[in-house]
């Protein structure tokens, strides 16, 4: 038997003698573990004789510490059940219990195979030897019975005594075809793809593949739910039913929609340990509500702590929906084939509810502070195990135009608000001209849109000026129409006219260099010209769809070639994740009050601006424009802007100790200019004003460098 007698068997090599035959006792022993009847255990049973790593140690399994999961360990061996779903907060042992534990069971009393299905080929490498391996090395009586022999222990492919075999796999169809496996669980399934090469989602195809074992077979997934809540209006047509979702979620929908429920200890209610019942303590900070969280009984508002958790799970108990209402699975005579739970993230056995609060919290402030929900979707999906409902799309349907005109503001066309601090201009390059947009920013990056224009007219010195139209990708000549962008000054609003008046020039402005032609090749020749004569004014930007990017990042272009053409590598790009910052532009603008990130859009302002912003819709993947638009310019250009705003620390800015350029528009402000021109009605930028007299100090925000 290859690969099964013990490693020290002397190997035969030619023109040796042959080595002396093995005990034949030594073949039958490895031999008749293969012939032994699978025990008659749940995996739950079975479960104390593996063991898991806790607080550096090694111990044994114990069910008394997560109970909820004996439950759906049990229906893993159930002849009435076809497949086990689960969907859960991270730490609350849904990996140990619904993944290693079926393979323990496998290895020690119904040997058989089994594939494991992981997110990815480096998850799973990672998995099998930082967490597989060990365990099976730490549990005395499954290292027993793994063979160590060549062939026998390899990276994704492990054997044992008597026949169990385990797998170890990633999304690939291939590796779910043309087998017949009796036992296939998923882990972390909402991070794999919902198609695999066009074949359909991972579970049904592995769903397939156990079917050839009959009521032996069975299909495993676990997971945080993972993927966003697609209808945010939905309402629940039965008492477990959970949101429409992707994934998780969807299976959770297919099974029998357990939930777990605690008896309360003041009036023996059964209540279910959702998060709304979880309320913050005292305090001014997130750790300090969170420190004294506590929960509330559903029925009689009984005051319960967490010192008591342990107690609620040991006495818990799973409610299915049945035919006549919720009750234990043992009380529906025919149950679903598909055994399915959901777990709340304040019932998980290793999260506190100190940090599930605090942890929200701090969340939520990051939200309200940048309009980014990155973290709080983590938070919800990872934390509280629930599935996330974008508030940055709920924002988006209402953004249309109607909205935006019932809310357009007062504040006066052309001019700086007097709350306002700085002034920012950002650039859309057109075939044929340049759309101008300025905006002027407050405390806590409130902002007011103040002007839009075009430039269209072709610059003195180009190549026939006053005989064709602008044309930024042809001729290189004609971005020199926006150098005299930085010299523009708006007046504030509360100085007079006139040369006496205070007004703001940009602090920078920001250039789209995407486009055809050689649109992008020429933006880099006006970028390196304008670092000679006016350095960090100019700066170009990129938009990168995917709500997976980052938001900024500021760096030179992706490739050292475009096409035939070289691309220098001095040229620094702003990159702009446009989806994420365009979720951030929505919330700004249907934003009711004044106040933090609001975005205010004057009655002054050209008509077509209202529905420039609302040209777009979002979706699960991003924003993508509404059938039928053709310009989105404003909402383009609120997103450089905000890209530029952000790279320059705007985010980070004390409003009690402000950078130069962002203190009140007053002689202190480094961009404050005491002659104020009007705006040119014509394409022609506004002539230079007179400089004003040097600022006695500057004062920097972090990773500016200052002006």
Known sequence: MPGLLQPDTPAYRPGRALPPSRPFGDALAVSLPALAPPARLTVAEVASRRRVKSGGAWIDWDNAVAPYMVEPMEAITSRLVEAVVFAGPARSAKTEALIKCPIAHAVLCAPRLVHVGHMSREAAREWSVEELGPMLANSPELAAAQITAKGGDNTFDKRFRGGARLTVGWPVAKQLSGRDIPTVVFTDYDRQPLD??????????????????????????????????????????????????????????????????????????????????????????????????????????????????????????????????????????????????????????????????????????????????????????????????????????????????????DHAWGRVPASARFVTVAVDVQPNRFVVQAEAWGPRLERWVIDRFDLATVPEGAPRAGARALAPGLYAEDWAALEGLVDRVWPVDGGADGAEGVGLAPVAVVIDCGGADNTFAHACGFWRRMQRTRPKRFFLVRGRGGLDRPRTDFKAPETSRKGKRAVRRDVRILWAGVDRLKDEVAASLMREDDGARALHLPRGAPAEMADEYAAERRG??????????????????????????????????????????????????????????????????????????????????????GW
């Not at 993508?624 to 705007?650: F, Q, T």
């Open 620 to 705: 699960d993947k991003g924003w993508e424009k509404r059938p039928g638009v053709r310009r989105n310019e404003a909402l383009d250009l609120s997103v450089y802007a905000l890209a530029l705003v952000v790279h320059l620390g705007g985010e980070r800015i004390n409003w009690d100790r402000p950078p130069a350029w962002a203190v009140a528009p007053d002689d202190d402000n480094s961009f404050a200019r005491r002659e104020t021109p009007a705006r040119a009605e014509d394409d022609d930028p506004a002539p230079s004003p007179s400089p004003r007299r040097p600022a006695a100090r500057v004062r920097r925000a972090p990773g500016l460098g």
């Open 196 to 409: 695999l090469d066009g074949e359909g989602s991972a579970f049904a195809l592995g769903r397939k593949r156990t079917t050839g074992y009959g009521a032996r077979g069975i299909t495993i997934a676990e997971s945080s739910p993972g993927f966003p809540i697609e209808d945010e209006s939905w309402t629940p047509e039965t008492p477990h039913q959970a949101a429409p979702a992707p994934g998780i979620a969807g299976l959770y929908n297919m099974g029998s929609r357990a939930r777990l429920y605690w008896t309360c200890p003041h009036c023996d209610g059964l209540f279910q340990p959702s998060w709304e019942r979880l309320t913050p303590g005292p305090g001014s900070t997130p750790a300090e509500r969170g420190r004294g969280a506590v929960f509330t009984c559903l029925h009689c508002g009984g005051v319960i702590e967490e010192a008591l958790k342990r107690t609620l799970n040991a006495g818990a108990v799973w409610l299915h929906e049945g035919p006549d209402g919720l009750v234990p699975i043992e009380e529906i005579a025919e149950p679903p084939a598909i055994r399915s739970y959901w777990l709340e993230g304040p019932a998980a056995a290793f999260a506190s509810w100190g940090q599930l609060v605090t942890r929200y919290l701090e969340a939520e402030e990051q939200f309200e502070a940048t309009g980014d929900e990155t973290g709080l979707k983590s938070v919800v999906n990872t934390d509280l195990g629930r599935s996330y409902a974008p508030r940055a799309r709920g924002m988006a349907a209402g953004l249309t135009a109607a909205n935006l005109r019932e809310g357009l503001t």
